[in-house]
């Protein structure tokens, strides 16, 4: 029986007001003495001539956009150079804020003109709340993934009348530049917030005040919780995720699914049988230490460093041969803080199934680069059996990739990837000749590529270092647990289950993530009742905050059960 869950939510209490028409009565309400500040603030990608055709609605004085006091256009692409490159993927990472965008002298003549209107003033686009502390303030939330949506629908970036360029440029300047400067001005303001709006469907919104979500990502942030997945397609999409996952059959195949990264997925509150949908980075914005732990956070700040996701080749082709950058090429070449050290926990597998890891022994360097650039501009195919280990893989095998180490999933196999959360770094090497969706060659990055591969990583070595690194570290008579990796340089540490009762945990001062890899069923709970009983699937993700302690997973008794678990290295309070 299939039960994954694809839209995992979390009853809280409150008022929701739904569509325009509610949500301006209520605005107006809201308005009790003449001269009122209305600060209508939103994350970049959010309709704006779909909310100010309604907004206008609420009786107002004075309305200002915070788009007309940009800079000029060609000022704000020069400044833009640097950061964002003329690579097609990527970019630098920008540690400034949107006021670096903004004409100092437009702002003064808005912020004056606010002070002398004695009537109602309405302040609309993102960064409204900069120009005055306004006596109502409104955020308009919006989820990365539909924001990449409107990309490919031909949605411009904020800072950009780029509406017809590259998609993956678009990417690029939401990745490296305007989710960053979003992040960090709405982080400054999330407690302050009135009402939040979710703008996720078009000409569809819906608000609740700030004191009720926020009640609920204070609840959510002691007990364990899923985040909303989201499926795409690939060219080297399979067909296991369609049946598993109960995913459209008509189409042509899903490649892969993020199930549990909060900075790339959303949360779904329900008020009143109302879905109320949120970026589920705000929860770890709003409760860092209560989600990550105090070591984790010391470490990453408010970013959630594990990230769990879904590869689907069943039926389909080989993943890209690739690597990832070393932590100090990531950090010196794009301004990032850590790398996308990973692994490959195969949740299934056709009996051809196979990886290709690490290097085979007496490669030359010069040679394979040169095969790889003759490949890239098609005047041969790459010939992967003369330089790549192939390694046959079977369900729950665990196959573990520190960055720089070459590596792809073959066809025929179902990954459960554990990684670390920069995902925009893969350098792709090799893709097989093929194209990709919108029949464009998928970018290649040998030059970046050639310059992490760790030559050294021969086939003994990966045979004795990075093939099911498994090991038994505990027994009782309730369940197994074994070590099953990351490796040494990895950040991520992660442990496997396996149970026909019950498993006793403790986050001991940690986050934990988790995924049921065995079993239809198993139930989360806590042994002191600090929270519901909490249902997981088979394939699902979960995350355990770590102010949640001590907690079991138990089974209904008439099936074993497996569990995959990461933590991170070195953040336990009890260690």
């Known amino acids: 029986m299939v039960n994954y869950d694809k839209f995992p939510s979390k009853k809280i209490d409150g008022e929701c007001f739904c569509g325009y028409k509610d949500i301006l009565n209520k605005i107006q309400s809201l308005v009790r003495v003449k001269k009122f500040v209305i600060a209508i603030d939103c994350y970049p990608g959010v309709d704006d001539n779909e909310v100010l055709s309604e907004i206008k609605r609420v009786n107002h004085s004075l309305l200002i956009n915070t788009k007309e006091l940009l800079k000029p256009s060609k000022q704000i692409a020069n400044q833009l150079k640097y950061i964002l490159t003329d690579d097609r993927v990527f970019g630098r990472m920008y540690f400034g804020q949107l006021l670096d965008f903004i004409d100092k002298g437009k702002l003064q003549v808005a912020i004056d003109k606010i002070k002398i209107c004695q009537g109602v003033t309405i302040i609309y686009g993102f960064g409204a709340s900069l120009l005055t502390s306004p006596d109502l303030l409104i955020y308009l939330d919006m989820t990365r993934w539909e924001i990449q949506l409107r990309y490919r629908k031909g949605m411009a970036n904020y800072l950009c009348d780029n509406a017809d360029v590259d998609i993956l440029k678009k990417f690029k300047q ?11 001005h709405k982080r400054k303001i999330f407690n302050k917030i009135d009402y939040f709006i979710d703008t996720n469907i078009h000409n569809s919104p819906k608000m609740v005040s700030g004191i009720d979500l926020r009640s609920g990502l204070e609840q959510m942030a002691h007990e ?9 397609p690939g060219i080297w999409g399979g067909q296991w995720m369609k049946k598993v996952c109960k995913l459209d059959k008509s189409k042509k195949n899903y490649a892969w699914s993020f199930d549990g990264v909060p900075e790339e997925n959303s949360l779904l509150f329900e008020l009143d049988k109302i879905l109320f949908e949120i970026p589920s980075i705000d929860l770890i914005f709003y409760k860092p230490k209560e989600i990550l732990g105090n070591m984790t956070f010391s470490r990453f700040g408010a970013e959630f460093p594990i990230r769990f996701d879904l590869l689907d080749t069943m039926h389909g082709q080989n993943l890209s041969l690739q690597v990832h950058p070393t932590t100090d090429y990531i950090k010196n070449e794009f301004g990032m803080t850590y790398t996308q050290d990973e692994s490959y926990y195969i949740l299934d597998a056709d009996k051809d199934a196979a990886v ?3 290097l085979k022994d007496n490669v030359n360097k010069k040679n394979m680069i040169d095969d790889l650039q003759k490949a890239e501009k098609g005047i041969k195919p790459f010939d992967t059996n003369k330089y790549i280990n192939k390694f046959t893989v079977k369900k729950h095998d665990h196959i573990l990739i520190p960055a720089g180490t070459i590596h792809c999933s073959g066809a025929n196999t179902m990954v459960l990837e554990i990684s670390a959360t920069p995902y925009i770094f893969t350098f792709k090497l090799w893709d097989w000749g093929r194209l990709g969706l919108d029949n464009k060659p998928r970018p290649i990055n040998i030059e970046h590529g050639s310059n992490v591969i760790q030559w050294d990583r021969t086939t003994e070595w990966v045979k004795n270092n990075l093939f099911n690194a498994i090991y038994v570290t505990k027994t009782t008579e309730d369940y197994c647990e074994e070590h099953t990796g990351l490796y040494e340089s990895e950040p991520i540490e992660t442990r496997r289950y396996w149970s026909k009762t ?17 079993g239809k069923c198993a139930m989360i709970t806590s042994p002191i009742n600090a929270f519901t009983p909490f249902a997981i699937h088979y394939a699902e993700t979960c995350i355990i905050p770590a102010s ?25 309070s009890r260690s």
């Open 356 to 358: 290709y890891l690490g």
């Open 224 to 232: 364990p919780f899923r985040t909303v997945p989201y499926f795409d």
């Open 502 to 518: 019950v498993i006793h945990l403790d986050t001991e001062g940690t986050v934990n993530m988790l995924n049921l890899v065995e």
């Open 174 to 184: 939401g990745y490296f530049l305007e989710w960053r400067i979003a992040d960090k």
């Open 548 to 572: 949640v302690g001590k907690y079991e997973i138990s089974t209904n008794g008439s099936e074993n059960i497996g569990i995959i678990l990461a933590y991170i290295r070195g953040t336990k």
